[in-house]
């Protein structure tokens, strides 16, 4: 089964991510993680994109469908995929219906609803770490070591893409682009929608009653 989690930056969808994997078999494909990662390993496509994702602005659809596709073959099919921040265009989400068997289909995309005030507090204090990267929170998921890792006692450092400028680019571009996406999978009968202002326990009851997941 293939699953999409969509939601502005700062909704709390990859906590969310890891919770369900307490439950379920979850394979993590998230389009942003997958763009790093081809960056530091100095991948053409990865600094291509680089430029953009830097900024804060969308990466262009090509760019984009390729390392999808790329990922997709190599999906382990007795797990449940998720993918975590694609589609974010309507081309893109057009594109992969067009281009993927019915095996691939998306059968469920879960909207992580976050206004806009609340996205800024969570990502400008967001730290992760530089080795294992563990995700923590100044306020709310502070470390016990102030601004080192738990586990690896590494100075903690802010995401380049969680500055506030560019958080606030990262929104305007979430903004324009997803209410299209949302009417997209509404139509199509597949649209879950999440309030994503609660706590994370009740996100994660939500979301199984949601998608009526049973223990594995
Ligand atoms: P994330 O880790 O999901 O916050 O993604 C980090 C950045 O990668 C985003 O701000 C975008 O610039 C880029 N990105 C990730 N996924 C996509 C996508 N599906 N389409 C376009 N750009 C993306």
Redesign the pocket.
């Given at each position: 089964m293939i699953l999409s989690f969509i939601g502005p930056?700062g909704c709390g969808k990859d906590t969310q991510v890891s919770l369900l994997s307490n439950v379920l078999q979850v394979e993590n494909i998230?389009?942003?993680?997958l763009?790093?990662e081809l960056y530091s390993n100095g991948d053409e496509d990865g600094i291509k994109?680089a430029k953009?994702?830097q900024k804060?602005?969308?990466?262009p659809?090509e760019i984009?469908m390729k390392i999808i596709r790329k990922r997709l073959e190599l999906i382990n099919p007795t797990s449940v995929a998720i993918l975590?921040?694609?589609?974010?265009?309507v081309n893109?989400a057009v594109d992969y219906d067009e281009l993927m068997n019915a095996e691939l289909e998306i059968s469920k995309v879960v909207f992580f609803e976050l206004d806009d005030e609340l996205a800024i507090q969570r990502l400008s204090n967001r730290r992760i770490c530089p080795n294992c990267e563990k995700i923590y929170h100044l306020i709310y998921n502070p470390s016990k070591l102030g601004e080192k890792c738990e586990e690896c006692k590494l100075d903690l450092i802010q995401r380049k893409?969680d500055q506030e400028k560019i958080i606030l680019e990262?929104l305007r571009?979430f903004n324009k682009t997803t209410a299209p996406i949302l009417q997209y999978y509404k139509k199509k009968g597949r649209l879950i929608i999440i309030d994503a202002s609660r706590d994370i326990e009740t996100i994660h009851k939500n979301l199984i009653k949601e998608l009526d997941i049973h223990a594995k």
């Amino acid at each position: 089964m293939i699953l999409s989690f969509i939601g502005p930056s700062g909704c709390g969808k990859d906590t969310q991510v890891s919770l369900l994997s307490n439950v379920l078999q979850v394979e993590n494909i998230s389009s942003g993680e997958l763009l790093r990662e081809l960056y530091s390993n100095g991948d053409e496509d990865g600094i291509k994109a680089a430029k953009y994702w830097q900024k804060g602005e969308w990466v262009p659809d090509e760019i984009i469908m390729k390392i999808i596709r790329k990922r997709l073959e190599l999906i382990n099919p007795t797990s449940v995929a998720i993918l975590n921040g694609f589609p974010r265009t309507v081309n893109q989400a057009v594109d992969y219906d067009e281009l993927m068997n019915a095996e691939l289909e998306i059968s469920k995309v879960v909207f992580f609803e976050l206004d806009d005030e609340l996205a800024i507090q969570r990502l400008s204090n967001r730290r992760i770490c530089p080795n294992c990267e563990k995700i923590y929170h100044l306020i709310y998921n502070p470390s016990k070591l102030g601004e080192k890792c738990e586990e690896c006692k590494l100075d903690l450092i802010q995401r380049k893409d969680d500055q506030e400028k560019i958080i606030l680019e990262r929104l305007r571009f979430f903004n324009k682009t997803t209410a299209p996406i949302l009417q997209y999978y509404k139509k199509k009968g597949r649209l879950i929608i999440i309030d994503a202002s609660r706590d994370i326990e009740t996100i994660h009851k939500n979301l199984i009653k949601e998608l009526d997941i049973h223990a594995k």
